[in-house]
């Protein structure tokens, strides 16, 4: 029993000097909470190469993601805007930047998973998407996920998706006999089924309708298959053992969607996108412990 009661201390002193020293202030915060109503600046973790969900357009991203975390943040403030600042969040470094206090909190289309609860602590989830299929315009051959039997897949660095289509239950969904390609991020995913080194991007239904968007807006054309397969949860991340903040941010999670900004936002970035079933009541909390 004393051996765990320090643990917990340990772990306790560890946060707060990860929090102290993100933003590179000499004041040190326990939780992001606290630093949010001291009133400092808040570095917020987003994607940056995610149409519709964090893209880097000017010098700030902008998108779904982006929004909500703005729309968190001022409601865990009492309604008071945070000033914030932005740090790119590829899916392979989330959990190395909240453990080394790189950032303070990540919005970042970050899949809730038993695995992820072991290093991150997290609020929400905000939204569910599902996992769905993104192919070119032209192609005939894949309208199922069943149909990526013996297909390219893109295996983007640091998701999880692709396992999904390759692997059998508890980690995986439909155990296919699928070839994966290697990735460093979505957008490169999506360059490669552009140049035809591919067949199938396969990730969650929000980010793939945010590129076909993005693709439609410059001419091009893929269509998304509209066959969701799975739930993924979109929570948000704070350094392991935060409960309180992630404790606010639930709060503020629920008083947005019961205020309705949750679907004007969800509206705003994604409404009317072909085969796309956008949520319309808020998700279930996971809890914080």
Not at 28 to 47: C, L, M, P, Q, W
Not at 59 to 69: C, H, I, K, L, T
């Amino acid at each position: 029993m004393h051996m765990r009661r320090a643990g917990a201390l340990l772990s306790v002193a560890a946060l707060a000097a990860g929090l102290s020293a993100c933003g590179g202030g000499e004041q040190t915060y326990a939780t992001v909470a606290d630093k949010i109503a001291a009133g400092e600046t808040i570095v917020v973790g987003t994607k940056w190469d995610q149409p519709s969900l964090g893209l880097k357009m000017g010098n700030e991203p902008e998108g779904f993601d982006v929004d909500v975390a703005k729309a968190v943040l001022k409601q865990m403030n009492g309604g008071k805007d945070v000033a914030v600042e932005w740090k790119e969040s590829a899916s392979s470094n989330r959990e190395p930047f909240l453990q080394n206090g790189t950032v303070d909190i990540i919005f970042a289309t970050y899949s809730i998973t038993e695995e992820r609860k072991t290093k991150v602590t997290f609020g929400g989830p905000y939204v569910v998407a599902h996992q769905d299929v993104m192919v070119r315009g032209d192609d005939t051959t894949i309208n199922t996920p069943q149909d990526l039997e013996g297909k390219r897949i893109c295996k983007a660095a640091g998701s999880n998706s692709y396992r999904r289509i390759t692997d059998p239950p508890p980690d995986g969904e439909l155990d296919l006999d699928a070839t994966t390609v290697d990735a460093a991020n979505y957008s490169e995913c999506v360059q490669k089924l552009s140049g035809s080194n591919l067949d199938a991007v396969t990730t969650d239904d929000l980010i793939l309708a945010g590129f076909a968007k993005q693709a439609q807006q410059s001419g091009g054309k893929f269509k998304v298959l509209g066959q969701g397969f799975t739930d993924e949860k979109y929570g948000v991340g704070v350094k392991k053992g935060d409960t309180k903040t992630c404790e606010a941010v639930n709060t503020a999670v629920k008083a947005l969607w019961d205020n309705g900004t949750m679907k004007t936002l969800l509206d705003k970035w994604f409404g009317g996108i072909q085969g796309l079933k956008l949520s319309d009541t808020a998700p279930t909390p996971e809890g914080c412990a």
